[in-house]
């Protein structure tokens, strides 16, 4: 007999770490914009000295939303004068440490206001390889841990392209979505590659999970032979390098909407060098595929079940040396 359970599908609690929450050029200066992520509703700025700035998204006043603007913001976020974003229901400004930094119609401040208090919640923000960070802590503890720069993108940025840029909503936990790099076996059933392409490194240490595999790529004349090196910084933020015919890096970032809800941004870039000459169609098709197989992992991922206890055999990737390194991340 089978009993039914009232168990959550995934009874996982959100991972803490950094996550994208917007690109860089997603948010020019003097822009605001809301935000759901981490279960809140959020909104980033970015004020007149260029810093990106993310606060709770409900005013400490009478709880606007300091997201959506009015009349001459209309269709657009609040207004941010200076360095604090000005909520459009009666003008109260505040700063990205959370102080309240003019009150325009007040004779008295409230004394919070007045003594320089935080009064609305703000999170450490960091903009590092184009992409706004934001460090999510269930207890709002500090970062144990930073982003890696990637050094293609600061050192060499002049030699590789604007990103090819995807996004899918994923209706599950981001911890499923990673075990697919310890997950071999799925290749030759969800991807229909046709043998197991086994990670001949992998490695996990303190916050970063590594690993390397050789590959072959596909190419319009058939398969060449490449490698692929990955890393996991924390939960949220992964560096894929594809390399062979045409070098591939993608920044691969997770952030959680809730925690059965998933949005995973992939950025691709590749050398212009590469994709003006002869081995742009090689490129395409490196893109073409990693995106298909998202497409094709989603069917599983949106619904599969999390087990604590999977049934394993010996060809299994090593699920619980992952979910062990990923255990530091969930804070009940
Ligand atoms: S609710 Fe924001 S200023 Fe009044
Ligand atoms: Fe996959």
């Known amino acids: 007999m089978i009993i039914a359970s009232d168990k959550p599908r995934i009874p996982l609690p959100m991972p803490s770490g950094w996550f994208h929450v917007l690109y860089s050029n997603e948010l020019a200066v ?10 809140q509703e959020l909104v980033v700025f970015r004020t007149e000295s260029g810093m990106a700035k993310v606060v709770d998204a409900y005013c400490p006043h009478m709880g606007a939303h300091l997201g959506y603007g009015i009349r001459d913001q209309a269709g657009k976020g609040s207004s941010v004068v200076g360095e604090s974003i ?7 400004a505040f700063n990205g440490e959370g102080q309240c930094t003019d009150v325009p119609y007040a004779k008295n401040l409230p004394p919070r206001v007045a003594r320089g208090e935080q009064v609305l919640g703000c999170w450490p923000v960091q903009e590092v390889n184009g992409s706004i960070l934001v460090w999510y ?45 310890v ?13 197991i392409p086994m990670a001949e490194e992998m490695s996990f240490d ?50 959680p909407v809730t925690n059965e809800h998933t949005i ?7 050398r212009k060098a590469d994709i003006g000459g002869p081995l742009g169609r090689v490129g395409e098709a490196i893109i073409k595929n990693i995106v298909q197989q998202m497409e094709e992992d989603r069917i599983i991922w949106d619904r599969k079940k999390y087990y604590e206890k999977p049934m394993l055999c010996d060809g299994d990737g090593p699920f619980a040396k992952f979910r062990k390194w990923y255990s530091q991340f969930l804070v009940e």
């Open 137 to 181: 802590h269930p207890h709002k503890e500090a970062p144990n841990f930073q982003p890696e720069v990637v050094p293609e993108l600061s050192d060499e940025a002049e030699q590789w392209s604007e990103p090819s840029l995807h996004r899918w909503e994923i209706n599950t936990h981001m911890q499923e979505i990673g075990e697919n790099a």
């Open 30 to 39: 003097g822009e605001s914009k809301p935000l759901t992520y981490f279960g």
């Open 86 to 92: 000005v909520c459009p229901f009666h003008g109260w």
């Open 206 to 255: 303190g916050h970063t999970r590594r690993g390397f595999l050789k590959t072959l790529q596909p190419t319009p004349r058939g398969n060449v032979e490449g490698s692929i090196e990955n890393a996991n910084i924390g939960p949220g933020l992964s560096v894929v390098r594809f390399k062979g015919l045409c070098d591939t890096l993608l920044l691969a970032n997770v952030t």
């Open 264 to 270: 995973a941004y992939y950025a691709f870039y590749q």
């Open 183 to 195: 997950d071999p076996a799925h290749f030759m059933f969800v991807h229909g590659t046709s043998d």
